[in-house]
């Protein structure tokens, strides 16, 4: 049997409430049509959500309280981006 790659890794086992944070950091390049920014701000905040999810060590509520930071700080970077390129041209 194949041995499963790093992705495939970090998202076995995700508890099923952190589904929606990693699904909105997924969704920014989905909303945006693509682009190297927004697919990089989409994965980097759905592996940072992820991470934090699975930190067994953290209260759920914390975990919870920092994937919410996550999502909120993907979706603030692509607002910021958006706005500079706007500006820009």
Do not use: H, Q, Y
């Not at 099923?16 to 701000?41: D, K, Y």
């Not at 989409?42 to 959500?49: D, H, N, P």
């Amino acid at each position: 049997m194949a041995k499963p790659n790093a992705i495939t890794e970090l998202f076995a086992g995700l508890p099923g409430w952190a589904w929606p944070f990693v699904a909105l950091c997924l969704f920014i390049p989905v909303s945006t049509l693509g682009g190297a920014v927004p697919v990089g701000l989409g994965l980097a905040g759905a592996i940072g959500a992820a991470t934090v999810a699975k930190d067994a060590e953290r209260p759920k509520s914390t975990r919870i309280a920092l994937c919410t930071g996550v999502t909120v700080l993907a979706w603030v970077g692509l607002v910021a981006t958006l706005l500079v390129l706007r500006r820009a041209g």
